[in-house]
């Protein structure tokens, strides 16, 4: 096995999308070395980085933890500095600056956040690229999560509905997508705050919205 093929990685699969006032992410919770051996069952795979925004991660996980740290040190540094909080936008170009310059080449990373403008997401790229989109799926179960979100997904939402497509795209790519599994964790991302909640089961989240 090459160093490369130790190293842990999210293997993943990570959705993130819009309703009119909040936005719903969500991540599996399996770690693999190399996509064939599971390492750790119950992986934070979204982290908060701004009052109301956080990242969804797909890739290497120093990587990606390094571009946590750094997402949250620049949006501290932003407030410090201009006493306000950064926007949306300006956070999501940062991040495709940050990731054209950084170590972070093979990794997959989603933003998602409120602010004074609405509800947001975006697609960053290795390559620096920011695209905004009302739904995103990354990582190695995206393709089975994106058919869900195609079907699924429709503008006026609610958030329950949102929260119930989310776990489901998840539960779907993790039928089929072997680095993906474990369960998922949701975050609730509103105008004031951050929520997460871990599932075992992504079943439970109907559940629960019922």
Do not use: C, W
Request: glycine share 10%; hydrophobic share 40%.
């Amino acid at each position: 096995m090459s160093e490369r093929d130790s190293v842990t990685k999210t293997g993943t699969t990570t959705v993130a999308l819009t309703t009119d006032d909040a936005v719903v992410a969500a991540a599996d919770r399996r770690a693999s070395l190399g996509g064939r051996f599971v390492s750790n069952k119950d992986v934070q795979k979204i982290e908060q980085v701004h009052p109301t925004a956080v990242l969804t991660m797909a890739g290497t996980v120093g990587n990606l933890q390094a571009f946590v740290r750094t997402l949250r040190a620049e949006t501290s540094l932003y407030g410090t500095r201009r006493d306000d909080t950064i926007s949306m936008d300006a956070l999501a170009t940062l991040a495709g600056n940050a990731l054209r310059q950084g170590p972070y080449r093979a990794d997959q990373p989603t933003l998602a956040g409120v602010d004074g403008d609405g509800p947001a997401v975006y697609d960053l790229d290795a390559a620096g690229g920011v695209v905004e989109a009302d739904y995103v799926a990354n990582g190695s179960g995206m393709q089975v999560a994106y058919g869900v979100l195609e079907r699924e997904q429709e503008a006026g939402m609610s958030l329950d509905a949102a929260r119930r497509i989310a776990a489901r795209a998840v539960d779907a790519a993790s039928e089929r997508d072997t680095a993906s599994g474990n369960g998922v964790t949701l975050a609730e991302i509103t105008g004031e705050t951050v929520a997460f909640e871990s599932y075992d089961d992504p079943a439970e989240v109907a559940e629960v919205a019922a």
